[in-house]
């Protein structure tokens, strides 16, 4: 009983950082366990988690409608508003589920942990609904309509994939890889580890996303090819063109026969290369209907040959026999040409320097004239901006704080007259006022007096 009780203090405190966005690696990990091994945890856990999901959810899956590309005459599509970035970015890193990373606990040669770890509403794995803890590696998972899937796979990375409604994708590990292989709706990668470990990888039919320590936001469409690429974190490789759709078909093949197919028909093996990095996004139509039908004749045809003789070459003849179908393929390709492609990439991620700017403005008041001295604010104002309330006020803020403040709100009297209320604390010849409605720094010199309220 002692047992369980201690356990049940532990998931309060543990769920209570959690959904307040405080819990670090190793308190995901153990909320996690608790999770997976305590049904009543779990189902308590999906209680009062699904009204957050569910509002989080219907967000992203509003704006991420608006994320993926439309039909057009045109290549290159119109990018949503900077706003849907930081949606998106907050349903990563807000609500990605349980999310932990063991800080490369599993060496090269131990195995492997790939589970399915949450879900809000229909998920399927093979067709059955899912179940916590349930093995996913190269199994196909389903969202359904107001659903959200999460897995997780665990090697020398860690890498949590999120599906939103009407996802259709599969997660596996082979080897030193992790693919995603994604049908279409969209995803939520996000990968962390040694960068010489595990390549991580999201594909289909005609694209490959090849990852690097990345957070990116993945939409595929249902009917066609279209396809949105957000990268919030890192940097993404992309590859595509009907080589990528013809690697399926090189198992079928030897060296010689692949090259003797390339020489006659180098459309066939043509590929781009395109790295997007952080900040960044590309969309677009993707291969057309009509050429990937086109595309899975030629497929099929090579592939029939083969069957019915596997020992023989692939003859001239069978080789001349695709001209037709080559020769029918639609002459408007996914690719378009590598300066038109380098200038699809949109910037989605806000100026830096322009941001601090505006934050420098809104929280400095009476600020200096000197630009050492004020170079110098800078840097305490992006401290203060980036550090959390509850590492703050526990003594781990900018600085080099290192005792713990009170939490008693104060009201700051200002020379000019003006006063502010807050939780005051001072940072070298500064006061940091912290406000629910934004922080404030105001010079010492220009402070009157402090009183409690």
Known sequence: MALHTQQSNSFEDLLELYLSGELDAAGKKQLLEIVLKDPERAAEYRKITQIQSQLRTSSASLELKNLSPQTSSKKILPFPKPAVYLATAALVFASFGIYFYRNSSIKKGEATLDKFTYSYGDCSIEGKTSQAGE???GKRIVSGKSSVCDVQLEGEKSVAVRALPNTDFTAERKENAIHVSL????????????????????????FRLILEGTKVAVNKGRTDSSLSVKVLEGKVRLESGDAIFFESVSSWLTKEEIALL???????????QLTIESGQQLAWKGFSPARMKGLKKIEDSIKASKKSQPSAQLDETLIKSLKPHVDSLPKDPFLISPKELKNSLKKIL????????RKFASMVRFPPKDLKEREQLMELVKKVDKASITDILNGKGPGGVTQAISQEVRILYLKDGSMERGIIYQQDSFYVVLRPDGNLIIPVDAVERIESE
């Open 350 to 357: 806000p100026d830096e320097k322009a941001d601090l700017e």
């Open 262 to 272: 390339a020489k006659e028909y180098p459309i066939l093996f043509d590929k781009q």
């Open 135 to 137: 093995d996913v590696s």
């Open 183 to 206: 049908g279409y709706g969209t995803i939520l990668l996000d990968s962390q580890g040694p960068k010489d470990s595990e390549n991580i990888s999201i594909g289909s039919d005609d």
